[in-house]
C-alpha cells in the first residue's frame, strides 16, 4: 500500500517550502499532491511543477461536490497538467475534459456531501458506483471511507475492494489519522491512502519533531511495520 502525501490541512492548500518537498523525497515518497482550494491555480501550477521535479506522481483532489465546482476543478487540473485527478461525482462529465490528456481520474463514490465532506452510501451503493465508474473509463476511486455517516468504514474499503477487482486501483482519503487506521486499510486491500493534516499539525506521531520522523512513521505503518520509538 502506498501513501500519499497531502500538502493540506483542514482541506485546503498550504504553503510548504522546497525543504519540504526534497524531504519527501529523499525518504522515497512518490506520491504527492494537494486540494483544489487555498491557492491559486498558478501556485498549483508550480506545486505540480516542483513534484514532478521530483520524480513522483502528482495528484490534486476536488474539495467542492457540485457538480459545477468539480468540473471547474477538472478545468485547472487540465491546464495545469497534474497526473491524477481525485473527487468529483460525476465522472462523464470531468472525463469529457481530461478525457484526451494524460490526466488519470479517480471520483468519488457513494453520495459525497458538504465541506469538510461527509459519505453517505451503503456497501452496495459503492459496489454499485466502483463498477460504473470502471465502465466509464476511470482508473479507479477515491473513497472517503473514515468521513462515511451510513456505514462502518472498513465494509465500505471491502466492498470497493471486490467491486474493483484488479482492473482498478483504490485510494482512500480523509480522516486517516491513526497507525490502526493506516494498517486497517492495508488490510482490507487499499492500494493507496492519502493524509495530510495529521502529518504537518503533529496530530500523527505527536512525540515527533519534525517533518521527516512523522513520515517515515506512516511509511512503516503503510508497509505493516511498527512505527518507531519517540
Same mark, same amino acid.
Given at each position: 500500500?502506498?501513501?500519499?502525501?497531502?500538502? &493540506?490541512?483542514?482541506?485546503?492548500?498550504?504553503?510548504? /517550502?522546497?525543504?519540504?518537498?526534497?524531504?519527501?523525497?529523499?525518504?522515497?515518497?512518490?506520491?504527492? /499532491?494537494?486540494?483544489?482550494?487555498?491557492?491559486?491555480?498558478?501556485?498549483?501550477?508550480?506545486?505540480?511543477?516542483?513534484?514532478?521535479?521530483?520524480? =513522483?506522481?502528482?495528484?490534486?483532489?476536488?474539495?467542492?461536490?457540485?457538480?459545477?465546482?468539480?468540473?471547474?476543478?477538472?478545468?485547472?487540473?487540465?491546464?495545469?497538467?497534474?497526473?491524477?485527478?481525485?473527487?468529483? &461525482?460525476?465522472?462523464? =462529465?470531468?472525463?469529457?475534459?481530461?478525457? *484526451?490528456?494524460?490526466?488519470?481520474?479517480?471520483?468519488?463514490?457513494?453520495?459525497?456531501?458538504?465541506?469538510?465532506?461527509?459519505? *453517505?452510501?451503503?456497501?452496495?451503493?459503492?459496489?454499485?458506483?466502483?463498477?460504473?465508474?470502471?465502465?466509464?473509463?476511470?482508473?479507479?476511486?477515491?473513497?472517503?471511507?473514515?468521513?462515511?455517516?451510513? =456505514?462502518?468504514?472498513?465494509?465500505?474499503?471491502?466492498?470497493?475492494?471486490?467491486?474493483? /477487482?484488479?482492473? /482498478?486501483?483504490?485510494?482512500?482519503? *480523509?480522516?486517516?489519522?491513526?497507525?490502526?487506521?493506516?494498517?486497517?486499510?492495508?488490510?482490507?486491500?487499499?492500494?493507496?491512502?492519502?493524509?495530510?493534516?495529521?502529518?504537518?499539525?503533529?496530530?500523527?506521531?505527536? &512525540?515527533?519533531?519534525?517533518?521527516?520522523?512523522?513520515?517515515?512513521?506512516?511509511?512503516?505503518?503503510?508497509? *505493516?511495520?511498527?512505527? &518507531?520509538?519517540?
Amino acid at each position: 500500500m502506498d501513501f500519499i502525501l497531502m500538502l &493540506t490541512r483542514d482541506d485546503r492548500t498550504i504553503e510548504v /517550502g522546497a525543504a519540504a518537498l526534497d524531504e519527501a523525497a529523499a525518504l522515497g515518497l512518490r506520491h504527492i /499532491g494537494f486540494k483544489d482550494v487555498g491557492a491559486s491555480p498558478a501556485t498549483l501550477r508550480e506545486l505540480t511543477r516542483r513534484i514532478r521535479a521530483l520524480g =513522483a506522481t502528482s495528484y490534486m483532489e476536488v474539495v467542492s461536490t457540485t457538480p459545477e465546482a468539480a468540473l471547474h476543478s477538472a478545468k485547472v487540473a487540465e491546464e495545469i497538467g497534474v497526473d491524477r485527478l481525485l473527487g468529483g &461525482t460525476d465522472a462523464e =462529465a470531468i472525463l469529457r475534459v481530461v478525457g *484526451g490528456t494524460r490526466i488519470e481520474y479517480f471520483p468519488f463514490p457513494g453520495i459525497p456531501e458538504g465541506h469538510p465532506t461527509r459519505l *453517505g452510501g451503503s456497501p452496495a451503493d459503492i459496489v454499485a458506483h466502483c463498477r460504473a465508474f470502471l465502465a466509464r473509463g476511470c482508473r479507479g476511486v477515491d473513497l472517503l471511507a473514515y468521513r462515511s455517516t451510513a =456505514a462502518d468504514p472498513l465494509d465500505l474499503v471491502r466492498a470497493a475492494r471486490t467491486a474493483l /477487482g484488479q482492473a /482498478g486501483l483504490l485510494i482512500v482519503a *480523509g480522516s486517516v489519522n491513526s497507525f490502526d487506521r493506516i494498517r486497517a486499510l492495508r488490510a482490507a486491500g487499499a492500494d493507496f491512502f492519502t493524509i495530510g493534516s495529521a502529518v504537518f499539525d503533529g496530530s500523527l506521531s505527536p &512525540t515527533k519533531g519534525t517533518l521527516a520522523a512523522r513520515l517515515r512513521d506512516v511509511l512503516a505503518a503503510s508497509a *505493516g511495520r511498527a512505527t &518507531t520509538a519517540a
